[in-house]
């Protein structure tokens, strides 16, 4: 069984300020897909970025940026220039051979003007 | 048109009522889900259809009773719930449930509680 870990319940960050959100993950899988989403106070869920276990290079998107590192089995999401849309509750995700997707615990972030 | 689309948003029902969830998706997938999101837990997967097979029953109490009849939509029928039931649930669907690499989108969710 897969197993996600945010150790990080709540962040404060700066407008126009980058923040990072650890996430780490523990899976024996040698294909697995990493994912964050983005959880605002409405409740939707949204898709953010993804990451292959086979993926040479880190994902981008826009201002999201993952930092995988597989060796340590990390997959930290990058805010860059936040801003005060950003403040949300944020899951990492994986997805391994059994087609399950597993989330974290969450980390709540707020930005401040 | 949003891609993934949930109704009610909001429910309130009594333990002896019987109500269902309704989960729509516009996106051409193939795998829908169901999700629980308690207060302070991880999401639960509950529920996975690929191809309108259930593939996935996460040890979900039989009050809850899932119907797929198509690709684009999903059920929840919901009936003698218990208090320890209300959540927000979600509905979400991929291109493939028998894959790693596909993202799940996910609708607005629909905010349950059981009186």
């Known amino acids: 069984a897969q197993k996600i870990t945010q150790t990080q319940p709540g962040m404060f960050v700066q407008e126009k300020e980058a923040v990072t959100l650890d996430c780490t993950y523990d899976t024996s899988d040698p294909s697995y897909g990493l994912f964050w989403y983005k959880q605002p106070s409405s409740g939707e869920m949204i898709f953010l970025i993804y990451q292959g276990s086979y993926d040479q290079q880190n994902a981008t998107e826009g201002r999201y940026s993952l930092n995988f590192q597989k060796a340590r089995k990390s997959a930290n999401l990058v805010i860059s220039a936040s801003q005060l849309g950003d403040s949300a509750m944020y899951f990492c995700a994986m997805r391994g051979s059994d087609y399950k997707l597993s989330f974290g615990a969450g980390t709540t972030v707020t930005v401040r003007a | 048109e949003t891609g993934v689309t949930q109704t009610p948003r909001h429910l309130v029902m009594g333990m002896t009522n019987k109500k269902s969830l309704k989960c729509e998706q516009h996106?051409?997938?193939?795998?829908m889900y169901w999700y629980k999101q308690s207060a302070k837990k991880p999401l639960e997967l509950m529920f996975v259809y690929n191809f309108k097979e259930q593939t996935e029953n996460n040890s979900v109490p039989s009050r809850f009773s899932p119907e797929c009849p198509n690709s684009s939509h999903l059920f929840l029928h919901l009936h003698t719930l218990q208090p320890e039931d209300s959540a927000l649930y979600l509905c979400a669907s991929s291109q493939s449930g028998s894959t790693v690499y596909n993202e799940q989108f996910f609708g607005p969710g629909t905010r349950l509680t059981v009186l």
């Open positions: 996106l051409g997938h193939n795998a």
